[in-house]
């Protein structure tokens, strides 16, 4: 997916937002935002939206000093989704159709993104009207047929906090293949390679539990820093790709990175009007949508 023109002053909006989180001086605050915004103006803006994004906020990380600008902030989120885990569970158990409600509580996880939300978000009132509305692009018998016959998948995360929901959405596929005699699945997800907004990295998945999944490995995908792995519209993910049965993407980022790609699903709730604009949905819609090869 190609960069949007309301994607910029966002981008602007996140610089100031994590500046302002970490306490840095109004005169800091100006040079910093200054050097994104000149950094955008040199970008070539028919990028995709995460291609921009890695560069701002690495300008950030670097000009701040601080490794990781939403580190309080992933570690609340994770502890908030942590807490909910008991009383999701139940939601799903007693659900008509668990794997149904496991892609919606997943779902529902999607709200806890600090990139279009600002950090303006209620999880538990989600969790409530996402169980209860219904899907704008909706292919779960697509999504259940390959649950149930995958021998890899491939599941792109998003956001910390939320991968505790994805976490319970893994555990509730394996059940059901376990209950109807199906092998388990390789499993390999994908994290960042490095800190960036309140994306998940590989401590946050080891954090919620999700290393503790048995066949489960993981990759990471760029930061914006060198080395943290490749960026998502590369061949090397599109290679990932090709190499799973059933594939995951989670979140607004992931949608932008991955569009270009066939065969997988997007999962996620449409929290702004270019990504809504995009699939054809509108603000706070719900979306389970497969792509076709």
């Not at 050097?35 to 690495?58: F, G, I, Y």
């Not at 990139?115 to 292919?139: C, L, S, W, Y």
């Not at 939320?162 to 596929?173: C, K, V």
């Not at 080395?227 to 998502?232: D, E, L, M, Q, S």
């Amino acid at each position: 997916m190609k960069m949007n023109l309301d994607c910029i002053p966002c981008f602007q909006r996140q610089v100031l937002k994590a500046l302002r989180m970490n306490r840095l001086d109004e005169k800091a605050q100006e040079m910093i935002l200054r050097q994104a915004m000149k950094r955008l103006m040199e970008m070539d803006w028919s990028l995709t939206p995460p291609e921009l994004a890695h560069d701002v906020h690495r300008i950030v990380r670097e000009e701040s000093g601080v490794e990781d600008p939403y580190k309080k902030v992933k570690k609340n989120c994770n502890d908030i989704a942590l807490k909910l885990l008991p009383r999701i569970r139940k939601i799903i158990d007693a659900g008509p159709d668990s794997l149904e409600t496991a892609i919606r509580m997943s779902i529902a996880g999607n709200i806890m993104d600090f990139g279009p939300t600002g950090g303006n978000f209620d999880v538990e009132k989600t969790i409530e009207d996402v169980m209860h509305r219904q899907f704008a692009i909706n292919d779960y018998k697509k999504f259940k047929e390959k649950s149930m016959s995958a021998k890899s998948i491939l599941f792109f995360t998003d956001n910390a906090g939320e991968i505790a929901f994805d976490r319970l959405l893994i555990e509730t596929i394996l059940n059901i293949r376990k209950g109807a005699g199906v092998e388990d699945p390789k499993i390999t997800v994908v994290v960042k390679g490095g800190p960036i907004i309140n994306d998940a990295t590989i401590q946050d998945a080891r954090y919620v539990g999700i290393d503790k999944i048995p066949l489960v490995n993981f990759k990471a995908t760029d930061n914006g820093d060198p080395g943290t792995g490749p960026v998502r519209n590369s061949k090397d993910v599109e290679t990932w790709i090709e190499e799973h049965d059933l594939v995951i993407s989670k979140g607004q980022g992931n949608y932008e990175g991955l569009s270009r790609f066939k065969n997988l699903f997007f999962m996620l709730i449409a929290k702004c009007n270019v990504i809504a604009s995009d699939l054809g949905v509108v603000e706070g819609d719900i979306v389970l949508k497969y792509t076709k090869g």
